[in-house]
């Protein structure tokens, strides 16, 4: 194990140890595995857990934590005995060992750790502090780093209800619930100060003192410190800041923020940890600054002074396109929330409020956090090419003395983890053709042309099993859906039927903001029937959460559930699958055979959902926007030009039927275009391009190799 990051190792190793000795001596090597989430993305990680008792492990929503400590004696007693089984754990204890006791690597101009700060992690579905793909996206980065090994520590917030779970009732209303996260059964310790007690610090906030504590998840060897104000020192509203992700209440939200930048600072200094770099991923953080370059101020230097000093550490990472996506407050809730930080800096409030503002000193401008989070870094950037773009454009105004080409945003495109989202058949096929351990050079261009040497019929034969495994599942899960929501059973039964795995299989999961544009799929209701209900077939999986406030989001969700009413026969080809998070992510887009995205350009800043698709030959029908318009060569997917139009009738209207003809006159028919054997060799030529020009592209491995390389390193601007 990395030597650098103790504190809470050992809490951590005694909570391992305690689950240990409740388990038979042949099966204690599981205790250390399920302490950390490295487990999650080795081959044979789910499958040994699952192994032991399938109901049980799902049941305990594959948390091995919970799941070890409630194993049941016979099923202790029975893997005791089955050799096949006590070797995969030795074998996977093993590798887990080895790769946790490699060396870091220190990177030229990086002298000490990256702190990473979020507001969510999506490391695994067992640990729900994540809503999307903001949380996803850093949960990847945390897992890259570890394979890389790249020292770097992340601070987050531990949300007791985290993630909402939603269920549709039979009108096609969503309803919401939260499940309360109890920490004593999820891979976490809570961390001791050097006293050997829990260690507990504090933050002011809104006029007063909120105490939290703060828990250790391993994610392999990047240790992910959760922040949590679940003590008896604070009163009820101020335990409620670390309950609910993006909470509705504004109030609760700005005490979220303090608690991630000026708590997350503290948390690192209490530990003990000096960072070479802090990097802000999304404006959530960034009171984080004015923290440090208030300990300068308190130790005599001036306000400029200190923020000068401070910037050199700080990197920022925007992930919002939209004006109207950086939130904004009013003066007084500001002052409110913060009050005491001008003070502190040696500035009055309304120095505070201007660098919270575009322009500082125009009173008619409400402040937020991402004006201070550009001004107060030293180096910012956006998370695809078209983002970059589109972010100069939107941030000129900060930059008074330059022209948009000038104003000071990079952009590192996003990646995703490809060990976390490459599904099995895919990955016994490539490691037939890519040599030996592959996936280490995931970010090597060159590796993947060795996909040209895959025979078309062996390609197609690994797909055909990708999408037999999302269908086998997705039938199942559609009964048990429609089951809990009272549905006739007829209708329980309507997709079970007719889903086929082999019939051309299109996906659409998403957050259902407004922006992603759901309703496209349907704009056109007869177009839609036709298609899904014509020859040769095609059926459609759809998946979404809208976030609880967004009434126009689960009216879309309505709308399109309610598609059925008036025709016959689409029961079965469309199905919509409840409580979208990444165990359904990560069945989709293993499975699909197409990943649909129609978000209004530009407003995908990025989007990663298609990437993992991408890893597993899944093809892409796209908008031009985000990654997209940088990963479409022409021949490795569909794109849909999505030209802006300040119309936006205008551009639904067009960008749907772009959609309709692509799907019918070019998708539809390749997917059927076979020869004698079955074997579709237009198509399979097709996702042999997008895997060679994009898996390496897109993957989580380039991305932090651009970080590592060209944002972290001091001398970077
Ligand atoms: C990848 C992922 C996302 C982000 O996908 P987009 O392409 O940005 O929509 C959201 N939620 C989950 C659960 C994911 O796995």
């Known amino acids: 194990m990395s030597t650098r990051f103790t504190p809470g190792a050992s809490d951590l190793a005694d909570r391992a140890a305690w689950l240990a000795e409740r388990l038979p001596e042949a099966l204690r090597p599981l205790a250390p595995l399920a302490y950390n989430y490295r487990w999650s993305w080795a081959r044979d990680g789910d499958r040994v857990f699952r192994d032991l008792d399938p109901f049980r492990w799902e049941l305990a929503g594959r948390n091995p934590a919970r799941f070890l400590a409630d194993l049941w004696p016979s099923s ?49 579905a067992s640990l729900p502090i994540y809503s999307g793909g903001l949380g996803v996206l850093a949960g990847d980065i945390l897992k890259e780093a570890s394979d890389q090994r790249l020292p770097l520590v992340a601070v987050g917030l531990f949300y007791r209800r985290g993630f909402f779970h939603q269920r549709l009732d039979l009108a096609g209303r969503q309803q919401e619930f939260w499940i309360v996260n109890d920490p004593k059964t999820l891979p976490m310790a809570r961390v001791s100060g050097p006293d050997g007690r829990a260690l507990k610090l504090a933050i002011q906030v809104f006029g007063g003192t909120t105490w939290f504590q703060v828990w250790r998840v391993d994610v392999g060897r990047t240790p992910l410190y959760l922040l949590d104000t679940e003590v008896p020192e604070n009163d009820p509203v101020r335990r409620w800041t670390t309950q609910r992700l993006y909470e509705g209440n504004r109030a609760t939200r700005l005490a979220q923020y303090a608690l991630l930048g000026i708590g997350g600072v503290r948390t690192l200094e209490a530990l003990g940890i ?17 923290e440090l370059a208030s300990q300068l101020v308190s130790e005599g230097a001036s306000a400029d002074e200190a923020l000068a000093t401070v910037r050199d550490r700080f990197v920022f990472t925007t992930h919002t396109p939209v004006p109207a996506g950086n939130e904004t407050y009013g003066v007084d809730e500001l002052l409110a929330a913060y009050g005491d930080l001008p003070g502190r800096l040696g500035i009055d409030a309304d120095r505070f409020v201007g660098l919270c503002r575009v322009r500082p000193d125009d009173d008619g401008e409400a402040p937020g956090l991402t004006p201070l989070a550009l001004r107060t870094s030293r180096a910012r950037n956006g998370v695809s090419r078209l983002h970059g773009d589109v972010a100069r454009r939107m941030w000129q105004p900060l930059y008074p003395d330059r022209g948009v080409e000038d104003v000071p945003i990079g952009h590192v495109t996003n990646g995703a983890h490809l060990p976390t989202f490459a599904s099995r058949p895919l990955v016994e096929l490539f490691d037939r053709h890519l040599g030996e351990r592959w996936w280490e050079r995931a970010a090597d261009r060159a590796l993947w042309e060795g996909v040209w040497g895959i025979p078309n019929a062996e390609l197609w034969e690994a797909r055909g099993r990708a999408r037999r495994e999302l269908i086998e599942w997705a039938r199942l899960k559609s009964q048990n859906d429609r089951l809990l929501r009272n549905e006739q059973i007829d209708y329980v039964n309507a997709a079970a039927k ?80 409840e409580d979208y998070d990444l165990s359904v992510a990560t069945h989709l887009v293993s499975g699909c055979d197409v990943w649909i995205n129609l978000p209004r350009r530009p407003m995908e800043a990025s989007g990663t959902s298609g990437m993992k698709a991408t890893f597993n ?46 799907l019918e006159r070019e998708v539809i028919p390749l997917f059927y275009d076979r020869d004698a054997d079955g074997v579709p060799h237009g198509w399979c030529d097709r996702i042999k391009r997008s895997l060679a020009t994009n898996a390496w592209r897109f993957s989580a491995s380039r991305m932090l190799a651009d970080y590592a390389e060209h944002v972290y390193p001091r001398d970077q601007r």
């Open 76 to 124: 202790m007693a029975e893997a005791v005995r089955d050799d096949a089984l006590l070797e995969r754990i030795a074998a996977l204890a093993a590798e887990v060992d080895a790769d946790l006791s490699r060396p870091d690597d220190p990177r030229p101009g990086i002298d000490g750790p990256v702190a990473f700060l979020c507001a969510e992690y999506g490391v695994h």
């Open 498 to 577: 007719a889903l086929d795995p082999d019939h051309l299989t299109l996906g659409f999961a998403r957050r259902l903001a407004t922006y992603k544009r759901l309703w496209l799929l349907t704009h056109d209701e007869r177009r839609t029937v036709r298609i899904l209900t014509g020859e040769p077939p095609a059926q459609l999986l759809i998946a979404g959460k809208a976030h609880p406030l967004d009434e126009s989001g689960k009216g879309v969700l309505q709308n399109v559930f309610n598609l059925k009413k008036h025709n016959q026969g689409i029961a079965g080809r469309v199905v919509f699958l």
């Open 274 to 290: 000096e960072p070479a770099v802090y990097h802000l991923n999304e404006g959530h953080p960034t009171l984080g600054v004015l």
């Open 617 to 662: 030959g899944v093809l892409q029908l796209s908008v031009l926007d985000g990654w997209w318009d940088e990963g479409f060569d022409g021949k490795n997917g569909w794109g849909i030009p999505g030209t802006e139009d300040p119309d936006h009738a205008v551009m639904d209207a067009r960008d749907a039927a772009a959609f309709y003809d692509l």
